[in-house]
C-alpha cells in the first residue's frame, strides 16, 4: 500500500502537466483554425457516407464473420509473438526436425525399394533357375507364388476382402433405405 501512494504522488504531477499540454494545444489549434473548416469534415469519397455504409454492410461475407469470431473469441489464446532471438531458434529447432523427419522417411523408403529389389532379384533367379524349353521350366517360381497357407486355413487375400467393380450397380440408389 505504501508503494502504491508512492506512486500515485510522483506520477500525479507529471499526469497533470501532459493534461494542461492537451488542453492548451486543442484550444490553440481551434483558435488557428477557422470555425466552418473546423466543423465540417471533407471526405475522399465521392458518394455519401451513408450510402457507403449501407454498402459495406451488405457485401460482408458471412465467412469473413466467422473467422473475425472465432479469433476474437475470449476463449481464443493470444498468438504467440517471439522475440527475434527466439524466433530464430524456433525457426532453427523447426527446420532441424523437419530435416531428421525427412531423413527418416527417406530412410524408410530406402529400405523398402531394397527390400523390393531383393525380392524382385530372387524371383528372377527362381523363375530363370530350370533351362528354358523345358516342361517344368519356371516350376520353382510358380510354387512361390502360389501363397498356399499364408491366409490362414480357408483364408482369403486382402485383395479380395472388398469387391472391387469396375461396372455400375444394377440398382443406382436406393431409395428405400431408412435409419
Known sequence: MAQHTTTTRLLTPLLSSFRSLVLSSETTASATIPKTMATSTRSFSS????????????????????????????????????????????????????????????AQEAELIRMHQSMHRACEELRNFDAPGKKDSGRLYRIAMEKKGIFGHGGVPIEYARPQTDTPAREAWNHGWTR
Open 47 to 106: 458518394t455519401p457516407n451513408l450510402a457507403a455504409r449501407a454498402k459495406q454492410a451488405k457485401t460482408s461475407d458471412p465467412r469473413v464473420n466467422l473467422i473475425r469470431y472465432h479469433m476474437q473469441h475470449p476463449k481464443t489464446p493470444r498468438p504467440l509473438k517471439f522475440s527475434r532471438m527466439r524466433a530464430l531458434r524456433h525457426w532453427t529447432i523447426h527446420r532441424a526436425w523437419m530435416l531428421a523427419r525427412r531423413k527418416a522417411t527417406e
